[in-house]
């Protein structure tokens, strides 16, 4: 063997494997992130449901055509609401598209979910009594006044989900939304309410899909929105934006022992390159993955691109915890394959 070539060959080798792009293992943070099928993921301002060791991810089924409405003052682009989107996985990594989950209504154009309104934001979870999976999102009209929330029912976690109403939780206005279900099956709805300056945490009914009438008042004046929450050791927490329309903030955390709180604002949880900017994302779902003492959690996150909107990205990163207190660090790429324990906390 030629000892000067070998070790050339090996050195060469070794540089290609440094500059190879993210593997099959890996998502790119804000990377185009196909599906199963090589198209792009079309689930903004999504959640996940995992159900019987599956995992379902929801999201904003975006138009291709992004505009910007006439006559309203801020930046409100949007595009046709296509519905929501359900694909499933069991690894994290690689997502099949099951098919619009909620279809938009195209034929009544008074209805909640024309392709000429805004649904936004929708989160599933699913009642072990009814056995029936429940879809809650942000219902808007074009300048976003209507400010109500929507609810949905199927038999499937894949759907069809049938539209049943839009509402003002607690006669209250209602935008950026999330739905939390509690280890002891009851299930709370929290939203953006009172012109986006006080989230509201409104418990649903047994069967989740109402309001209870028992709800309370919080971060009054700290106009937080994007809300997702989780709950570990006892404590809840919740990560946040600030209000900025598609444009990237800092994001907040939160803390309380009980879900109605008192809720204690803390800091910016990010860490590391455009730390202040939320690293261009905006906060949507926190999925716990795994149990007891393996269990960590993923933040989801959405990179908007406000004038192209369909190709807006995906950012998701680990929650590291050190005693009761967390970050999220940057990483460029994240690790999917086979199992989501890759995210075990610190
Ligand atoms: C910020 C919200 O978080 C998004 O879901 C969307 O409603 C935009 N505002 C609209 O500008």
């Known amino acids: 063997m030629n ?8 050195i060469l080798l070794g540089i290609t494997v440094l500059a190879l792009p993210a593997s099959g293992t890996e998502r790119v943070q804000a990377g185009v992130w196909n599906d199963t099928d090589g198209n792009p993921i079309n ?25 910007r409405s006439p006559g309203v003052g801020w930046e409100c682009y949007r595009t046709e609401a296509g519905g929501v989107s359900c694909y499933s996985s069991r690894d994290l990594k690689n997502w099949k598209f099951e098919g619009v989950a909620l279809k938009p209504d195209t034929a009544d154009h008074t209805s909640d979910i024309h392709p000429t309104m805004v649904i936004e934001r929708p989160k599933v979870v699913y009642n072990d009594k009814t056995r029936k999976f429940v879809m809650w999102m942000h219902i808007d009209n074009h300048s976003y006044s209507a400010a109500r929330a929507g609810v ?50 409104s418990l649903l009914s047994d069967d989740y899909l109402s309001q209870s009438g028992s709800f309370c008042r919080n971060f009054p004046n700290r106009f937080r929105e994007a809300p997702a929450i989780f709950k570990k050791d006892g404590k809840y927490y919740m990560v946040t ?15 309380s022992t009980t879900i109605m709180g008192p809720w204690t604002p803390m800091d910016n949880p990010c860490r590391g390159k455009d730390a202040d900017k939320t690293f261009y994302g905006q906060s949507t779902f926190i999925l ?24 807006s990205r995906y950012i998701w990163l680990p929650i590291r915890f050190n005693g009761d207190t967390l970050t999220i660090p940057w990483t460029d790429t994240v690790d999917l394959t086979g199992s989501a324990t890759d995210f075990a906390a610190e």
């Open 288 to 311: 716990p993955v795994g149990k007891g003492s393996d269990r960590s959690f993923i933040i989801m996150f959405d990179k908007w691109k406000k004038d192209d909107l369909v190709d």
């Open 3 to 10: 000892i000067k070539k070998e070790i050339c060959r090996l």
């Open 152 to 201: 949905a029912v199927s038999d499937s976690p894949t759907g069809p989900f049938t539209y049943i109403r839009s509402e003002r939780p607690n006669n209250s206005e209602s935008r950026d939304m999330t739905v939390f279900k509690d280890d002891d099956g009851k299930a709370y709805h929290i939203y953006s309410s009172e012109g986006n300056s006080t989230l509201h945490i």
């Open 241 to 255: 934006s600030g209000c900025s329309g598609w444009s990237p903030n800092e994001a907040e955390w939160a803390v």
């Open 43 to 67: 689930a903004h301002g999504g959640g996940i449901l995992e159900h019987d060791g599956v995992y379902y991810w929801y999201g904003e089924r975006k138009g291709d055509h992004t505009y």
